[in-house]
């Protein structure tokens, strides 16, 4: 029986010397990459292919046993042969214990190992009648899986309920999964084994929730096996950026515009804040640039005490200047003129 090797180090990217941390670095980070759950229909045969080969690779070397055993075989691949498995590769035989789970991604694939590995680790290589590549795998967890959702500041600000449209992947109803129908691929799903799953949310958003905090909605993640409860959906907060306010840590900046004349004498100006417009004074004498403190006006920080609003000033004309304005934009000139 002739095999074809594995590499599994660079299936999962690592040199020779990798230790067991980056192992699983490595593991956990392409597992995430190729969940067959996380790709589109036209790209979930490539990514079936690709997290089967990362699984097995993980599978050996993860286990120091495993992976000595795998080491030793080394030189004789390195010539370019391909492995010979024969009866006498049985003699230690293993199989997969059902520590799934710990990885967050095993057990949610119904793959099968590779020929090659069930030809040196044991458990039954096709046509033995041993199946012991099917280990017996328990009730898995979903996974928990991650999407975004964009809030205005005054959305994050007041909370509520925002609808939100979800598409993800279902374990397929007809085969349990499993891409089998009567010994033939399952027509409902293609043979994947997972249905494309739309659906539409109510998200309840925190009043005051805050940019990159994450709100969990129990449940909505990826389907469980074996019974097992769905995983959770974490939605990431992004704050959009505002037209008029720039939010910088708990406080939020506004600019306001004000005419020389405001600027001279101090006026009382309109200003936009979260809570609706408020009547804001103008001191005499303020200059462009100058910023005036509204106390507790800002966005909720910890224990919901507020930031303040900033309101900076922007000295700017009139862009209608009556003749009369201008007149008297006119006398102003020649008296600073004259004065001279
Ligand atoms: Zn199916």
């Not at 409902?188 to 925190?206: A, F, N, Q």
Request: aromatic share 8%; proline share 5%; hydrophobic share 30%.
């Amino acid at each position: 029986m002739s095999v074809k090797f594995q590499d599994y180090y660079e299936t999962l990217g690592l040199d020779r010397n990798a230790t067991d941390k980056e192992i699983k670095a490595a593991y956990r980070k392409l597992a995430r990459k190729w969940h067959p759950d996380l790709h589109p229909a036209a790209e979930k045969k490539e990514a079936e292919e690709k997290f089967k080969k990362i699984n097995e690779a993980y599978e050996v070397l993860k286990d120091p046993e495993k992976r000595e055993r795998y080491d030793r075989l080394g030189s004789r691949w390195k010539d370019g042969q391909n492995f010979q498995g024969g009866p006498d590769m049985g003699e230690a035989r293993y199989y997969s214990t059902g520590d799934f789970g710990t990885g967050g991604f095993e057990g949610s694939f119904e793959g099968g190992f590779s020929d090659f590995f069930s030809a040196f680790f044991g458990g039954g290589s096709p046509g033995t009648g041993r199946s012991g590549r099917t280990a017996q795998r328990g009730p898995v967890k979903g996974e928990d899986l991650e999407s975004e959702i964009k809030l205005t500041l005054e959305e994050a600000y007041r909370g509520g309920t925002r609808s939100i449209r979800l598409s993800s992947s279902a374990i397929c109803p007809e085969c349990s999964g499993t891409g089998t129908r009567e010994r033939s691929f399952c027509a409902r799903c293609g043979g994947t084994g997972t249905i494309p799953d739309e659906k539409t949310l109510d998200v309840k958003i925190p009043a005051g929730v805050k940019e990159g905090s994450r709100i969990r909605l129990k449940g909505q993640g990826g389907s469980g096996l074996g019974g097992a409860p769905k995983g959770d959906l974490f939605l990431k907060v992004r704050l959009q950026s505002h037209p008029v306010f720039r939010l910088k840590g708990d406080n939020i900046e506004i600019d306001a515009v004000i005419h020389p004349d405001q600027a001279v004498f101090g006026d009382k100006i309109p200003v936009q804040t979260l809570d609706g417009n408020v009547n804001v004074k103008v001191p005499p004498g303020s200059r462009h640039g100058n910023k005036l403190r509204l106390r507790d006006k800002g966005y909720p920080g910890k224990n919901s005490v507020r930031g303040d609003q900033l309101v900076r000033l922007v000295i700017d004309i009139p862009a209608d200047l009556s003749k009369d304005e201008k007149e008297l934009y006119k006398k102003l000139y020649e008296l600073r003129k004259g004065g001279k």
